[in-house]
């Protein structure tokens, strides 16, 4: 496990590797998600108070869970930067901000759109609602700060600061419905801890989808961070190869 | 089709449709956005190499014409 984590470390594994995992990935991803979409929108019952409406908790409860797992893998990678100085960690986490930013705005805009026919309202200042809000925020923030930056260390530091700083904000978004009163219902039959609560026809789409939309967001991960690779390692041999070879076909 | 009547009744998703509808587009939306970004980025960037290596044959070839043409007057 160590030495597995110490390979990935290296640039040049880490691209070898994700090249041969990624028509895997795609396939598998592809498929959870194809099974889970037709599955949640067409063939579960409907709600028995929600009526139809609540299909959108099938992209909404997953795109949040992996949005907050997001954060905290940018923060882990972060850590990993500062600590033990990885260049590879820093590379994981600059790719973790915009990806983790449409996870966040697909959670907000689920939910909102669920609110509007549900709640009455498309938007309230509750601690769920809020504490997602702030992620979206941080993640933006993230970006930009190293954007601000023109020198590439100077700018990776100060994003890993930031982003271990923020990262007490996703056990808020998480306990948010525990800790205070609101609006936001608390965890739902549709997540992996309470699963008696509805049949199986009801919650295992969004396994489906859930694990799709895990294999997504690697892959999308893994696209960032490939071609972060190539342009701070262009002036390795192997990378010097790898653009050659391909700078016909662009 | 599954827990619907027809097709119709699907699109309509029982009078939720325009949320329902809006909420897949959405996440179609962000999917596709995911995918495309990175890869367009990735071309983008051999493009520009390309350019760079271009621009530098060209500068390479400048020089040496001029170089000729000097040679030539001296002699």
Known sequence: MW?????????????TISGQLMPWLAALTTLLLGIGLVWGLAFTPPDYQMGENYRIAYIHVPAASIAMGCYYMMACMAAAFLIWR????????????????????LALFTGS???IPTWGTWWIWDARLTSTLIMLFLFIGVMALRSAYDSEAAGSKACAVLSLVGVVNVPIIKYSVEWWNTLHQGASSLSLSNTSANPPEIW????????????????????RTRNEILIRERRTDWVVDILNTNKGFS | MGSFDSFGEFLSMGGYAI?????YAFFVVILIFNIWQPMLA?????????????????????RHNQEEMTNDSAS
């Not at chain 1, 260049?87 to 930013?101: S, T």
């Not at chain 1, 789409?205 to 696209?223: E, H, K, N, S, T």
């Open chain 2, 42 to 62: 990735r071309k983008k960037y051999f493009k520009q190499l390309l350019k760079r290596e271009q621009v530098q044959q060209e500068r390479a070839q400048a």
């Open chain 1, 113 to 115: 759109v669920w609110g």
């Open chain 1, 86 to 105: 990885i260049k590879m960690a820093d590379m994981v986490a600059k790719a973790c901000a915009p990806v983790g930013m449409t996870f966040t705005a």
């Open chain 1, 3 to 15: 030495q597995w984590l110490f390979k990935l470390s290296s640039p040049k594994w880490f691209y």
């Open chain 1, 204 to 223: 295992l789409p969004a396994f489906f989808v859930g694990f799709g939309l895990l294999g997504f967001y690697l892959i999308a991960i893994i696209l």
């Open chain 2, 19 to 23: 949320y329902v509808w809006s909420a």
